[in-house]
């Protein structure tokens, strides 16, 4: 390549990739240097490791990490798993299949916090589940949903929010597979669950591995579902760094930002390699 | 099985499925939004007593909907417009340029897909502080939307660039076509689809985005999202909330009915977003 | 190696009917050809024999035992697809190996199978390698012993050639029929080229509009089709409506044709009064004869080598010759006959 044309190339480049480049690439160097003391918005900046120090000693630092991973792990989970016999149900169009497609996609159509708020209006101490299992007589009074302790209402919403996402990528996925590779699959004596082992998952892998990271990725990071479906007594990481911004302590609040980067790249490389070796029953080609 | 059982069955899991997925919850805000104040609606009453559109009204003239509206309904075109502006170089340069590091670049688009929300938000509000330009909420706002949700449109330009024909361009410059002329006549109707998808799924996006919107414009300007998680929060009204969660999702549904017409009429692989 | 009985089948989708009133044997070790134009209902009778398909109505008895509700994977047949259907994520290797692996055979015994197969395929040296990795014709053979080394009671094909180019299409044609035979199985052979039927099977069967026109041998179907459909698709053939006027002696049959006053001789007694009649363009003798015999116009000609195709006009009708004798050129009139046995007829006319 001649130089004229680097030129070019890199004058195209600037302000879409190079633009992002800069932007995250500041962002990321203004978390981490925060997070060492520096940049500091009222009083000196200097080079120290205090704030992770103290961090790193709070109990609520890891019940929140721990909170974070649970939730972003079970969220990506239950996409997946829920997203798969979906997927593969509706491989094969039928009467009424682009219907339930459509309705099955159709949260991906609906804003985080809206979601949250139906979810919330559904399960509310006089909400219609309440009102419902009450009328099948399967409890005897109301109980309390909203911000339930082990952050069920969060799973739930999560699920709901990012199953669709899931369901699109895995739906492409499972329906480049050929009719004639399953039907071999089946001729050769292959079951139901043999055929998902063997030919469908290892086909999809690469697909599954984008939903579950891509989800993980976002739930690990929640804030306003925690905060409006959350339990009262946890908080997520998201919600812990907002916590200190707010009331200006900007270190802390980096650490914290650090801490989630952190977990949400070696979460998803976690997940990732997981994914593969358990499909590929450990064999990396 | 009788191929009429089985449609039965399939008949009542969809209506169930619809029911559960979306009816009652969709449902619930409706008629939560149509409470009507002077009698609340009570556990022991399946419809509200008194309906009307009393909450509409009241949202409309007593909250800052009207503003937040205004603001989520410049900002989203706006980011539109400049993600577009932006993203396109870039997507020629990744679509029809052979070079070396190519690939890089395109991992660097994901970036801010990566990063989370919160994280871009908050030590973006820091770098502005910093920068002492916390004033204009705005142009700040819309300079991180147009960062973050880049990466669609890059993603979605570049596609359709590939798509271009070679040939097209040739035949117009054998048949002695201008620049200009050419990009009419060969590069336009290609990337005419692909356009139009960006704007929408960028719109899309803006209009719902919360986290830079909540950090970076909060306190003194609202977007229709932060509205929403403000209703939902300390003095919560639940017909109230009823309304925004409504307005919220119209234009979604609105835009998505678009980009379904778009996307059937252009190319099958834009829809796909493969790779 | 078992036998098929099939009986009365009929397949629908929706109102359309895909097959209807199939019945049909396939004895042990019998290679039996399918063969008709496109969309006649070859694939969906596969589908039936093999249980991805359910059939509207009938019976389909692989071994003696009724199988039209067993699903695919409990049936003792195997497919070899069109499309090779090669699982694109496993080695060569695995991919012979899976079914063999779904019946739990124990590894000692999948190797040695495994090294048989190879070695009668000649894939010992490709087993490592992923499907892309190969050529179509391994590919194709990759398919096929995935199949035969299930040592399956009936193996089934499905247009296996069809992406093939035309010299790999006759090495791999001559090996199938080879490993047919060494293991004696049983085999239905879908295919829509006349010629690959007639060289290959035991038996063919002509379907046409998902109806059996019929099922016979090769020599049988050439010599003695029972039907303008089949005369006309193997080799084709001058097809003419006929009205009987009476037996001259026994098995010979007088005619009245457009072409003049014909006899027939024939084992078949006439379907009606009024029947079709064919002859094929290599049967006619360009010599006068005491019957059959007529004047015919050369209006084309073309020189095909060993043969020349000669169109001709009979009394105002085209009909195609074939002569070894080049040396016919258009506008000649010739004097020619038919043996009473080379016409042969055919079904009444409706
Ligand atoms: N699942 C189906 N639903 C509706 N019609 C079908 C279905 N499968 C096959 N058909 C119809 O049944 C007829 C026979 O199809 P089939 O695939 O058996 O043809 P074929 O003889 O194998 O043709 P080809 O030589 O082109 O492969 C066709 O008209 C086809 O359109
Ligand atoms: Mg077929």
Known sequence: MTAKKWITVLALLAPGVGLIAVMIGTVIYMAVAQSLGYYSLMGESEFSFEFWDKMLGRKAYYKSVRFSIYIGFFSALFSVALAYPLAIWLRKPFNGSLLIGAVLKAPLLVPGLVAAFLFINVISYNGILNQFMQWIGFWDAPHRLQNDRNGYGILVLQTWKNMPFALLLLTGAVQSISDDVLDAARDLGAGTMARFRKIIAPLTISSMQAALVIIFIGAVADFSFQVIAGPTNRQSLAQFMVFFKDSGRWHDAAVVGVTLMAVALIGSALLAFATRIILKGGRIK | MKQATINKILMYSLITVCAVWLIIPFTMAVLWSLVDPVEPWTADKLLPPVMSTYRWAYMWENSSLRPALFNSYVLAPSAAIVTLLLASPTAYALGRIQFPGREVAKLITLLPLVVPGFVTAIFFSSIIFQLGLHAWRFGAILFAHSVILMPYAIRIMTVSFEQVRQDHIDAARDLGATTIERWKVAYMPALKPGIMAALLIVFIQSIEEFAIAFIVGSPSFVTVPTLLFSTLGQDFVRPNAAVLALILIVPNVIMMLILERLLKSANPSLSSGKG | MSTIDIDRLEMRFGNFTALKDISVSVKEGEFVTLLGPSGCGKTTLLKLISGFLKPTNGTIKIANEDVTLTPPEHRDT??????????????????????????????????????????????????????????????????????????????????????????????????????????????????????????????????????????????????????SFVADFIGGANIMNAEVTGETEPGVWALQTPIGEMVSKSDRTPAAKHIKVCWRPEAVKLVDSPVNSFTARVTERQFQGSYTDLFVDIGGNGYRLKTSDPGIYPGENINCSIEPSDLILLEAIQ
């Open chain 3, 78 to 227: 195997a497919l070899c697809f069109q499309s090779y259907a090669l699982f694109p994520h496993l080695t060569i290797k695995d991919n012979i190996e899976f079914g063999l692996k779904q019946k739990r055979v124990n590894g000692s015994e999948r190797k040695q199978r495994l090294q048989d197969m190879a070695g009668q395929l000649a894939l010992d040296a490709q087993l490592d390698k992923l499907p892309n990795q190969l050529s179509g014709g391994q590919q194709q053979r990759v398919a096929l012993g995935r199949a035969l080394i299930m040592r399956p009671g009936v193996i089934l094909f499905d247009e296996p050639l069809s992406n093939l180019d035309a010299k790999l299409r006759d090495s791999v044609r001559v090996e199938i029929r080879r490993i047919q035979q060494e293991n004696n199985l049983t085999a239905v052979y879908v295919t829509h080229d006349q010629s690959e039927a007639l060289a290959m099977s035991d038996r063919v069967m002509v379907l046409n509009g998902g109806v059996i026109e019929q099922v016979a041998p090769p020599e049988t179907l050439y010599n003695a089709p029972s039907t």
